[in-house]
C-alpha cells in the first residue's frame, strides 16, 4: 500500500553480463517466454510462439504501434572535436527538444555540423540534460535521413548496423516518435499476429512515443520521490470501442509492453471507461498502484532499480516478479531489449 515501506534497493538485482542481449535472436520470434501465474507463484518455461495458444478467443491485445527514429546525429564542433544530439521531439517554431554530449557543445548559440551545409545549433537550455535546438541548412527530417541512426540503448555495446534498422522495429510499427522501441513488441511476427487474430483474439494499437526518460535509473532511496519523465501518447477511438466490448462480454486486456501499460492506465477513468484521443503522461506506477485497464501483462526482462521494473512488480506482485527473475537468470534466459520476455497472468 501506499504507506507501506518503499525501497529502490528492493528492486535491485545482479545480473551475469553474458545474459545482456547484444543482438537479437536469429529469427524473429524466436525468443523464449516465461509465463508467470500470479496466483500461484509458480514458473513455466516456454517460447514467444506460445502466446498463440495463451491468449483466448475474444480477449483484447493491445500494442504500441511507434515507430524509432533516427534520431541519434554525430557531427562536429568548431574545433573539429565529436559532438552527439539526441533528438526526443518536435517543439514549436520547428525547433526539437534534444539531449547531447558534451553538454559543452549544446550551450546556446552553439552549433554542430553534421555535413552537406546541415547543423544543428542550440536555442535554450531547459530543465536536466534537455535543449531546444534548431536545424540550419536544411529541416530535422533530412538530417535524420541522410546522418540519422537508430538511437539503441546504452547497454548494448556495438555500433548500430542495417540489421538494426529492421530488427530494432516491430513489424506493426506506424508513425515515428520514439528513441526507444517498445521492446516487448519486437517478438511478434505477422504470423503470430495471424494466427491470433484467426483465432478470435481481438488486436488494436495505441501510441505512445518511448523517450529517453525509460532508461534512466531511479536514484533514490524512495522510488516515490522519483521525477518521471513524460511521454505523449494517443489512444485510437477503435481501440476504446473495443476496450468497452470486451469488458462489457468479460474478456481480459492483455497489454504488449509497460508503455502499453503506462498509456491505457493513464487512459483509464475509475468508471471503467477508457478516453480516446491524444495526451501525455508521467505516470509513475509502483506496488500499490489499482490497474483499471490491463488484466495480463506481456514484458521484457528490465534494468535494476528501473522504473519499468517497479511498475512489473506492482502489476505481477513484488516476491514473485523477484522469484520470476532469479528463475530467469538461473535458466540463462536473455535479458532486456533485446531479450526474452515474460507474460504475467
Known amino acids: 500500500m501506499a504507506d507501506e515501506p518503499l525501497r529502490t534497493a528492493d528492486f535491485d538485482y545482479q545480473l551475469p553480463s553474458e545474459l545482456i542481449a547484444q543482438t537479437?535472436?536469429?529469427?524473429?520470434?524466436?525468443?523464449?517466454?516465461?509465463?508467470?501465474?500470479?496466483?500461484?507463484?509458480?514458473?513455466?518455461?516456454?517460447?514467444?510462439?506460445?502466446?498463440?495458444?495463451?491468449?483466448?478467443?475474444?480477449?483484447?491485445?493491445?500494442?504500441?504501434?511507434?515507430?524509432?527514429?533516427?534520431?541519434?546525429?554525430?557531427?562536429?564542433?568548431?574545433s573539429g572535436a565529436p559532438a552527439e544530439v539526441l533528438l526526443i521531439h518536435p517543439d514549436r517554431d520547428d525547433t526539437w527538444i534534444a539531449m547531447g554530449q558534451p553538454g559543452s557543445a549544446l550551450k546556446p548559440g552553439k552549433r554542430i555540423a553534421l555535413g552537406g551545409g546541415i547543423a544543428v545549433e542550440t536555442v535554450e537550455v531547459l530543465d536536466g540534460p534537455n535543449r531546444r535546438v534548431r536545424f540550419l541548412g536544411g529541416t530535422a527530417a533530412e538530417a535524420m535521413e541522410r546522418f540519422g541512426v537508430l538511437p539503441l540503448p546504452p547497454y548494448i555495446d556495438r555500433a548500430?548496423?542495417?540489421?538494426?534498422?529492421?530488427?530494432?522495429?516491430?513489424?506493426?510499427?506506424?508513425?515515428?516518435?520514439?528513441v526507444a522501441a517498445p521492446t516487448a513488441g519486437l517478438h511478434f511476427t505477422?504470423?503470430?499476429?495471424?494466427?491470433?487474430?484467426?483465432?478470435?483474439?481481438?488486436?488494436?494499437?495505441?501510441?505512445?512515443?518511448v523517450g529517453p526518460g525509460t532508461f534512466r535509473p531511479v536514484e533514490v532511496a524512495d522510488p516515490r520521490e522519483h521525477q518521471m519523465h513524460r511521454e505523449r501518447f494517443v489512444i485510437p477511438e477503435p481501440l476504446a470501442l473495443a476496450f468497452a466490448a470486451v469488458r462489457a462480454a468479460g474478456g481480459r486486456v492483455w497489454a504488449c509492453g509497460t508503455t502499453v501499460v503506462r498509456a491505457l492506465e493513464s487512459a483509464a477513468t475509475s468508471d471503467g471507461r477508457l478516453v480516446h484521443g491524444p495526451g501525455s503522461t508521467d505516470l509513475l506506477i509502483l506496488p500499490g498502484h489499482r490497474f483499471r485497464a490491463v488484466d495480463r501483462l506481456i514484458t521484457n526482462f528490465h534494468l535494476p532499480r528501473s522504473t519499468l521494473l517497479m511498475l512489473v512488480a506492482a502489476f505481477?506482485?513484488?516476491?514473485?516478479?523477484?522469484?520470476?527473475?532469479?528463475?530467469?537468470?538461473?535458466?540463462?534466459?536473455?535479458?532486456?531489449s533485446y531479450g526474452d520476455a515474460m507474460v504475467i497472468r
Open 160 to 178: 548500430t548496423t542495417e540489421a538494426d534498422a529492421d530488427r530494432y522495429q516491430t513489424v506493426f510499427a506506424e508513425r515515428e516518435g520514439s
Open 190 to 209: 505477422a504470423d503470430l499476429l495471424d494466427r491470433l487474430a484467426g483465432r478470435g483474439v481481438r488486436i488494436e494499437r495505441l501510441d505512445l512515443e
Open 24 to 78: 537479437p535472436t536469429a529469427e524473429r520470434g524466436a525468443s523464449r517466454l516465461l509465463l508467470v501465474d500470479r496466483q500461484t507463484g509458480t514458473f513455466t518455461d516456454g517460447t514467444f510462439t506460445d502466446l498463440a495458444s495463451l491468449i483466448p478467443p475474444g480477449d483484447l491485445l493491445v500494442l504500441n504501434s511507434t515507430r524509432v527514429r533516427r534520431a541519434r546525429l554525430i557531427g562536429q564542433r568548431p
Open 316 to 336: 505481477g506482485g513484488g516476491e514473485t516478479v523477484r522469484a520470476a527473475y532469479r528463475h530467469a537468470i538461473a535458466a540463462r534466459y536473455r535479458f532486456y
